[in-house]
């Protein structure tokens, strides 16, 4: 079954206000990334996460995996920031599976 | 960051033919992966390869896929003989160790 649930699948932003993103586990999951994918179809990296909170400007994103989620906040969002955001995860296998990924839509 | 280039990034098949897709991950990685996305949907593990061979593969990795990394060079897929519905771009990766993932730009392939 899905290992990943992803929430929003979309949400619109006014720029300048924030969001977070969540990503549900069913399973046990060893370490998270973080990914945009642009306009282009290019695949960002934007955090690797084995526990705990990393920050990098405007974005920051929590992995607790003993509560089997994690979260991409953004805040002071840019019309750059449009884009859809995917989390993915894996147990520690040779599996990465990604969630469904939200949409981002920044509007002036 | 770490470049993972994928060649070409456009590709127009007839169906039934068979078709390479090229990836050049980053030097020292050691786990490769592809992907596959329709239409900026979700992104879908096909295959995992290590070590000269596949480790874990999904369902959609049909018996017209395979890959292979000769001598260190290109990491491939092969699809042989295309079908219609493998339409879609493939992402290629690879990490250093398993969870940490360096994505190319994708393959679009066409299939007509």
């Known amino acids: 079954g899905d290992q990943v649930e992803q929430s929003p699948s979309a949400l619109s932003l006014h720029e300048g206000t924030g969001s977070a993103l969540r990503c549900n586990f069913t399973t046990t999951m060893r370490a998270v990334q973080w990914f945009q994918q642009n306009s282009r179809g290019s695949l960002i990296n934007l955090f690797y996460l084995a526990s705990g909170t990393k920050e990098n400007g405007r974005l920051k994103s929590t992995f607790n995996s003993k509560e089997s989620y994690s979260t991409l906040h953004i805040r002071d969002a840019q019309l750059e920031d449009s884009g859809t955001y995917f989390c993915?995860?894996?147990?520690?296998?040779?599996?990465?599976?990604f969630g469904s990924g939200t949409r981002l839509l920044v509007s002036p | 960051g770490p470049k993972v280039l994928q060649i070409p990034s456009h590709q127009i098949i007839d169906m039934g033919q068979m078709v390479t897709l090229n990836c050049d991950p980053v030097?020292?990685?050691?786990?490769f992966y592809w992907y596959k996305q329709i239409l900026g949907q979700q992104m879908e593990f096909l295959v995992n390869f290590y070590n000269g061979k596949v480790m874990e593969k999904s369902k959609l990795f049909k018996d017209q896929f395979s890959v292979e990394r000769p001598d260190g060079s290109y990491f491939t897929l092969k699809i042989q003989p295309t079908a219609l519905e493998d339409s879609a771009v493939y992402f290629c990766?690879?990490?250093?160790?398993?969870?940490?993932?360096?994505f190319g730009a994708g393959t679009r392939l066409s299939v007509l």
């Open positions: 030097s020292n990685h050691l786990y």
């Open positions: 990766a690879s990490s250093l160790t398993e969870n940490t993932l360096y």
């Open positions: 993915a995860a894996g147990t520690g296998g040779y599996k990465v599976v």
